[in-house]
């Protein structure tokens, strides 16, 4: 996610989101509900799988015998041309085995349930299962990105919430898997469990001013009965927290010149590099004939 991406994300989701409070205003809240549960049925089941394929790899793998798994299978969409038989465009490769479609069972009777019962417990797996993959695909590599983005949250979350109706209108009217819901009636967004990530020292200061903000949220939200927006209190303790560890440690300038990758030039430019010293290595180690050596093949060849 570049600077550019991070700036427009708050503008897409206020595009959605209002999008979303237009077609409740306009159309029967029961259809929507309707065709978005059967959305969110399909992608909380594809994450689900793609979090418990591994568990049930390792879990299957040791319980049955060995023989099970003498084949793989395969899903392959292709097209050939009829011209040129080496000529070929794949579009879709899948291989499996049987831990994954015991996996893929599993996933999609857990999916019925939700459809069926609408428990909270399995909106709230699905809605982990939508953040662990969230927090898989946004890729934040810098600081700053990091920073401008839950800045425009931060306005974001903060205008809908307190400037109108709309944030709250379609959280109360949305039945989907995109917020924790408890038997007490709480509801607290995913949104913010996506993007907090630091690691080692500076994970476990994000992460304990993110449980304390989290329960500021609540504690305001529970005191004065009335809607919060997370992000009002979250982004200064995620934000706040690491900038004071990292001027006390004196890691300011680190912090916002560290990238956890390189950008898709720069490493595409290294690799280029890499195979220009690998030729210039191989060529350098290459023997060279020398004169005398020269000399006596010519001998022997006479």
Excluded at 40 to 59: C, K, Y
Excluded at 86 to 109: G, K, N
Excluded at 271 to 282: I, K, L, V, W
């Amino acid at each position: 996610m570049t600077r550019k991406d991070a700036a427009m994300f708050p503008v897409i989701a206020s595009g959605a989101l209002f999008g979303l409070y237009i077609f409740f205003k306009l159309f029967s809240k029961e259809y929507i509900n309707l065709l978005l549960t059967g959305y969110f049925f399909l992608l909380g089941v594809l994450a689900m799988a793609h979090i418990l394929s591994p568990a049930f790899s390792r879990v299957l793998r040791s319980l049955l015998p060995s023989h099970f798994y003498r084949w793989e299978y395969r899903i392959s969409f292709q097209r050939w041309s009829t011209t040129q038989t080496d000529e070929c465009e794949e579009y879709f490769d899948y291989r499996f085995s049987y831990d994954d479609v015991a996996c893929w069972i599993f996933c999609c009777l857990f999916g019925v349930w939700y459809l069926w019962k609408k428990h909270w417990v399995a909106n709230n797996l699905f809605g982990l299962a939508f953040a662990v993959n969230g927090v898989e695909l946004l890729h934040i590599n810098t600081v700053a990105t990091g920073c401008i983005l839950l800045g425009g949250l931060f306005v974001y979350d903060i205008f809908w919430v307190f400037g109108t109706d709309v944030m709250v209108t379609v959280a109360k009217s949305f039945e989907a898997p995109i917020k924790r819901t408890l038997e007490v009636e709480f509801v607290a967004g995913f949104a913010e469990s996506v993007l907090n990530r630091q690691r080692n020292l500076y994970f476990v200061s994000s992460f304990v001013a993110y449980v304390l903000g989290l329960a500021l949220t609540i504690f305001i939200m529970v005191y004065f009965n009335h809607a919060q927006p997370a992000l009002l209190y979250l982004v200064p303790a995620c934000i706040g927290v690491p900038l004071t560890v990292a001027a006390i440690m004196g890691d300011i300038t680190a912090m916002f010149k560290y990238e956890d990758h390189p950008a898709d030039e720069k490493a595409s430019g290294t690799d280029d590099q890499r195979e220009r010293e690998a030729d210039g290595d191989s060529d350098q180690k290459t023997p060279k004939a020398s004169p005398a050596s020269a000399k006596k093949n010519s001998r022997k060849e006479k």
